[in-house]
Nanobody, 116 residues
Framework: QVQLVESGGGLVQAGGSLRLSCAASGIVFSVYTLYWYRQAPGNQRELVASIGTGGTANYPDSVKGRFTISRDNAKNTVYLQLNNLKPEDTAVYYC??????????WGQGTQVTVSS
């Protein structure tokens, strides 16, 4: 059984930081490309970071320079460091694991709320 479990969300003031974690089980973690998405109420789910099997990371302009994705294959965990948070970063954050020979796997999400 495959599970992706996010943690680390919470309430933080604008300008603050959080570190999200997504622990995976049931997959060969190291061969999966990993993503973080977020979804705010009334909005579509949007991609905020990705990291390939070799460690190459990509970000949209909206979070570039503030968010950092990393992975620890030994711990089957992907992280998202959120710095200089803004109220518009408030959303549920989800991790996703993908591989060309597999279905996509999603976590259940963790809430991030940024107060002004």
């Amino acid at each position: 059984q495959v599970q992706l479990v996010e943690s680390g969300g919470g309430l933080v003031q604008a300008g603050g930081s959080l570190r999200l974690s997504c622990a995976a089980s049931g997959i060969v973690f190291s061969v999966y490309t990993l993503y973080w998405y977020r979804q705010a109420p009334g909005n579509q789910r949007e991609l905020v970071a990705s990291i390939g099997t070799g460690g190459t990371a990509n970000y949209p302009d909206s979070v570039k320079g503030r968010f950092t994705i990393s992975r620890d294959n030994a711990k089957n965990t992907v992280y998202l460091q959120l710095n200089n948070l803004k109220p518009e970063d408030t959303a549920v954050y989800y991790c996703k694991a993908t591989h060309w020979a597999s279905v996509d796997y999603w976590g259940q999400g963790t809430q991030v709320t940024v107060s002004s």
